[in-house]
């Protein structure tokens, strides 16, 4: 049995009208310099889950199916197409055996 996709953010459909007075307020407490160590990195980390968390928890998820395939895009869709036009062609004679091979 295949695992489907883990669930993602669905990103267009981010409510940033409920996100807008937070992101007005939000603040990042400053880090004193005596010298570079590496709390900054660690301060650096901190501050951006403060800034993420409630955009990631408002954002609905995607919920992908057991048949959705993680790997698939619009270009692929694209490019399916192109050879199965180059193909039928070929079939009519209309396209060389050069060109369905560069299409596939």
């Known amino acids: 049995m295949t695992r489907a996709s883990a669930p993602s953010p669905q990103w267009e459909a981010t409510p940033w009208p409920r996100l807008t007075p937070f992101l007005q307020k939000f603040t990042i407490t400053p880090l004193d310099f005596p010298g570079i160590n590496p709390t900054i990195e660690a301060?650096?980390?901190?501050?951006?889950?403060?800034?993420?968390?409630?955009?990631?928890?408002?954002?609905?998820?995607?919920?992908?199916?057991?048949?959705?395939?993680?790997?698939?895009?619009?270009?692929?869709?694209?490019?399916?197409?192109?050879?199965?036009?180059?193909?039928?062609?070929?079939k009519t004679r209309a396209s060389s055996k050069g060109e369905l091979k560069q299409a596939k």
């Not at 993420?52 to 698939?72: A, E």
Request: no cysteine; hydrophobic share 35%; glycine share 2%.
């Open 43 to 90: 301060w650096f980390n901190s501050s951006v889950k403060l800034l993420t968390n409630p955009i990631i928890t408002l954002t609905p998820k995607k919920n992908p199916s057991t048949w959705t395939k993680g790997w698939w895009n619009p270009n692929i869709s694209e490019l399916q197409r192109i050879f199965h036009s180059v193909s039928i062609s070929h």
